[in-house]
C-alpha cells in the first residue's frame, strides 16, 4: 500500500490529506478568517495563521483518515507557486516530517494538483477519471488557463491570461459593487436572482486561445461610475441583475476559448478546475457545452475547487510511482508556469 500525506499551504488554507493507493481517506481545510476585514489576503498575516495551524489539521487528517504517522509512505507538499512566506510553513513541515520519520518527500507544482484533482477516488471503484488527452480550463483569483493534458506529467498551456485572472475579475467587480471578500462567491448568489441579459459588456478580442479580463473589469468600473452620477442608489437598485450579467459576460469569455481549442484539437475529453470551478454558472455551461458539443466533462467536487491537500497527495501519489523525490534542500518559489 502507498500512503501519502499531502500539505497545501500556498496561500489563506492550511490543508492536510491522505490518500492511499489513489483513494481519499481524509482531507482537512483551516481557513483564515482574519483576511476580510482587509478585502484580501495579507501575507504576513497569512503565513503566522499557518504556523497556528500546520500542526492540528496534520493531527486530524491522520485520525480522520485511521492511519498512524508511521503508516506515511511520503510526505508530499506544494512548493510553489504561491506566497512565499505560505509556502514555507508548508515545506519546512514537510522537512521535518520526513526527517523524523525518514521517508521520502515530493514537491507539488499548485497547478498542476489542481488539475490532477481530477483523478482523486473515492473509493477502489471510483472510475470516473478523464481520459488522456484531455483538455483542462484552470480558473481561479491567480490563473485562466487552457492546459493540454498529455499525461500525468505532461501538460502544456495551450492558452493564459495576458493580465487579470477571471477570478481576479470577480473580486475586483465585487469590491466595486460593495460585496465584500472573496466577492466571487457573493456575485454567483446575487446572479441566481438576476437577469443575465440586462447588461452587456464588453468581450476582448485576442487571437489564438489566450484571455483577456482587464478591460471588462475597467469598462465594468466605468460603466458603473457613469451611472452612479445619474443615480447614487443604482448598484443597490440591480445588484442582481449587475452580478448576473458580469457573471454572464466572464463565463462567455472562458467557454469561447475553451470550445475554440477542443474544436481546433479535436478534444471532447474536458475539465475544469481551480476556485471558479466552483462558479455555478461556469458549471451548467459545461452541462450545456456537453449536451450540445458531445463532450464528455469533468466537473470536480466542491471540496476539490479550491485550495486544498487532496490534490497535492493525488499529485505525490503519482509521483512516488515514478520515484520523484524531493532533496531537503528544496526551496519554495513563487511563481512559475506549468
Known amino acids: 500500500?502507498?500512503?501519502?500525506?499531502?500539505?497545501?499551504?500556498?496561500?489563506?488554507?492550511?490543508?492536510?490529506?491522505?490518500?492511499?493507493?489513489?483513494?481519499?481517506?481524509?482531507?482537512?481545510?483551516?481557513?483564515?478568517?482574519?483576511?476580510?476585514?482587509?478585502?484580501?489576503?495579507?501575507?504576513?498575516?497569512?503565513?503566522?495563521?499557518?504556523?497556528?495551524?500546520?500542526?492540528?489539521?496534520?493531527?486530524?487528517?491522520?485520525?480522520?483518515?485511521?492511519?498512524?504517522?508511521?503508516?506515511?509512505s511520503a510526505v508530499a507538499f506544494t512548493r510553489g507557486p504561491g506566497l512565499l512566506g505560505s509556502l514555507l510553513v508548508g515545506t519546512s513541515f514537510a522537512k521535518g516530517f520526513s526527517s523524523a520519520l525518514n521517508i521520502p518527500m515530493?514537491?507539488?507544482?499548485h497547478l498542476q494538483a489542481h488539475v490532477l484533482a481530477h483523478f482523486i477516488k473515492e473509493d477502489k471503484d471510483d472510475l470516473n477519471q478523464p481520459a488522456f488527452p484531455f483538455l483542462c480550463l484552470l480558473v481561479s483569483g491567480g490563473n485562466s488557463q487552457i492546459i493540454l493534458v498529455k499525461n500525468y506529467d505532461n501538460m502544456e498551456i495551450i492558452g493564459k491570461t495576458i493580465d487579470d485572472a477571471a477570478g481576479e475579475a470577480f473580486d475586483k467587480c465585487a469590491k466595486v459593487m460593495g460585496l465584500g471578500y472573496p466577492g466571487g462567491p457573493v456575485v454567483d448568489r446575487l446572479a441566481k436572482m438576476g437577469n443575465s441579459d440586462k447588461y452587456i459588456f464588453s468581450k476582448p478580442r485576442l487571437e489564438g486561445y489566450d484571455y483577456s479580463f482587464s478591460g471588462l473589469k475597467t469598462s465594468f468600473l466605468y460603466f458603473l461610475?457613469?451611472?452612479?452620477?445619474?443615480?447614487?442608489?443604482?448598484?443597490?437598485?440591480?445588484?442582481?441583475?449587475?452580478?448576473?450579467?458580469?457573471?454572464?459576460?466572464?463565463?462567455?469569455?472562458?467557454?469561447?476559448?475553451?470550445?475554440?481549442?477542443?474544436?481546433?484539437?479535436?478534444?471532447?475529453?474536458?475539465?475544469?478546475?481551480?476556485?471558479?470551478?466552483?462558479?455555478?454558472?461556469?458549471?451548467?455551461?459545461?452541462?450545456?457545452?456537453?449536451?450540445?458539443?458531445?463532450?464528455?466533462?469533468?466537473?470536480?467536487?466542491?471540496?476539490?475547487?479550491?485550495?486544498?491537500?487532496?490534490?497535492?497527495?493525488?499529485?505525490?501519489?503519482?509521483?512516488?510511482?515514478?520515484?520523484?523525490?524531493?532533496?531537503?534542500?528544496?526551496?519554495?518559489?513563487?511563481?512559475?508556469?506549468?
Open 106 to 109: 515530493i514537491e507539488v507544482n
Open 225 to 338: 461610475r457613469d451611472e452612479l452620477k445619474q443615480d447614487s442608489d443604482f448598484i443597490e437598485k440591480n445588484k442582481n441583475d449587475l452580478c448576473a450579467s458580469l457573471q454572464k459576460t466572464i463565463v462567455d469569455i472562458l467557454m469561447d476559448k475553451l470550445l475554440k481549442a477542443s474544436e481546433d484539437l479535436g478534444i471532447k475529453e474536458v475539465a475544469v478546475a481551480g476556485g471558479v470551478s466552483a462558479n455555478s454558472s461556469l458549471r451548467s455551461a459545461f452541462e450545456e457545452y456537453s449536451f450540445k458539443y458531445g463532450w464528455r466533462i469533468h466537473i470536480p467536487k466542491f471540496a476539490y475547487t479550491t485550495d486544498n491537500a487532496a490534490m497535492v497527495a493525488i499529485s505525490g501519489y503519482y509521483k512516488y510511482l515514478d520515484n520523484e523525490f524531493a532533496n531537503h534542500d528544496v526551496a519554495p518559489y513563487a511563481r512559475v508556469l506549468i
Open 1 to 72: 500500500m502507498i500512503t501519502i500525506l499531502g500539505i497545501e499551504s500556498s496561500c489563506d488554507d492550511t490543508s492536510a490529506a491522505v490518500i492511499r493507493d489513489g483513494v481519499i481517506l481524509s482531507n482537512v481545510i483551516a481557513g483564515q478568517a482574519v483576511h476580510e476585514r482587509y478585502g484580501g489576503v495579507v501575507p504576513e498575516l497569512a503565513s503566522r495563521a499557518h504556523q497556528q495551524n500546520i500542526i492540528p489539521v496534520v493531527h486530524d487528517a491522520l485520525k480522520q483518515a485511521g492511519v498512524l504517522k508511521e503508516e506515511i
